[in-house]
């Protein structure tokens, strides 16, 4: 019998320790042009990923490895300025987590062999002028310093930052430690897209969709409109009565890690894989997933229900596989609450097409009653359900349409274009969205 090609690889040297809960969970490795990861003999505890369950003794290779460790990463241009600031190459994905990987999303954590992996958790203080500046994309090499400072990444587009928020102060953390919030900023490309998300992320708790809280705190350069966005992290718990950290005077209660994994790790997609259309998952994998993984199926298909359609009604065309997630609890794992929802739709020049068909269509606009059968398909749930699941999106929508943009405008201190746009699309999409599940 041939061998598999992961046991012939030379794991002789590993590249990276990787470590699940502050355990030593195993060893990630490279072979010429592959990677490679083993579990640490005798470990016992939570799995990486559902892709890669604990097997003593066996050496998962490269593709399995790969969608696993490739899909911690960022995605944008922060990659390349990340990978020039340490001379790697973008796609040595052991040699940038090996500069950033100390605090990634969920629970894992990877470190160089034989690096100094430190005992207390350290921070240091950011006043909002020093958190704008690290944003200005002026002095872009400012955010990758702290990035590889704080030895942290959180994959994606945007940029962004991880911190922590204490008495009311921002502080970065060093070499590793967790942090309770990410820090977002908008494109100048697209005008006012932080209270765009606010207020996307306010519909989805109008229809009673787990979202993270979140609120704008400043402008960055020139701008008028908040220009970031501090998302709370979903995947930190902070002790509230347990101070054991200590940092000079002061001391913090410590913040654990709650494991994650986005869709593309949990159906075997790498990032460049994350839309429909390029092969990436689409509702049947994400629900094929929560069947097969979640503790508690139906809750989680219905609430992917609400927020397929939920998207069609707010113009969000960029809800791909790597924003959806499942969350590994205590008690088993879950669908994550929803983060980065946005309504592309407003901005004429993003396509106005979804990133997961509804039904047979990506085009919201094109929407027939026999997208409604095929959705239920996909789903594995009868069409009545997803008829009263459009019923009850739309209508809540529509009643919470004026209070939730009343409540986003003041919260970012104005009047914002954007929001009106949307308002407009939302007042045209309802109807016609609604008119779907009375028609079939």
Known sequence: MTPRKAERYDTSE?????????????????????????????????????????????????RETLVFFDNLLLESDTRDELARARQDDRSDVAGLLGRVGGECAGAVSVWTPGAERPMT?????????????????RHGERLTAAMLESRQVMSGVQRKLVLRRWNDTWQLPLNGAAGTHIIKRASGRYDGLVANELACLAFYRAIGLAVPAAHA?????????????????????EAKDVEATSTGARSLPPIARV???????????????????DGGPGVRDLAAAIRRYSVRPAI???????????????GNGDAHGKNFAL???????????????VSTEVY???SPDLSMRFGHSYQPHALTTADVPRLATDLGVAPAKVRSTIEQVTTTLQQALHDVLHATTAMVGGEVAALSRLEALMRVRLPVVAELARRV
């Not at 240091?124 to 200005?136: M, N, Q, T, V």
């Open 259 to 277: 494991h994650q994994e986005d869709m593309c790790q949990v159906t075997g997609r790498l990032p460049r894989r994350k839309y429909q259309r």
């Open 300 to 314: 989680d298909l219905q609430d992917l229900l609400a927020a397929v359609v939920a998207n069609v009604c707010l």
């Open 348 to 350: 004429p020049s993003l």
């Open 217 to 237: 705190i400043a402008s960055v350069g020139d701008s008028n409109e908040p220009s970031l966005i501090a998302i709370e992290r979903y995947d930190r718990i």
């Open 327 to 341: 969350l590994h609890t205590a008690s088993g794992a879950r669908l994550a609450p929803f983060y980065d929802v």
């Open 14 to 62: 590993a590249a990276l320790d990787v470590l699940m809960h502050e355990h030593d969970a195993g060893v990630l490795g490279e072979h010429e042009d592959d990677v490679w990861y083993r579990y640490r003999d005798g470990y016992a505890q939570a799995a990486l990923s559902v892709r890669l369950p604990v097997r003593p003794l066996m050496t998962d290779g490269h």
């Open 121 to 137: 958790a350290t921070y240091r203080d950011l006043s909002e002028p020093a958190l704008s500046a690290l944003f200005d994309e």
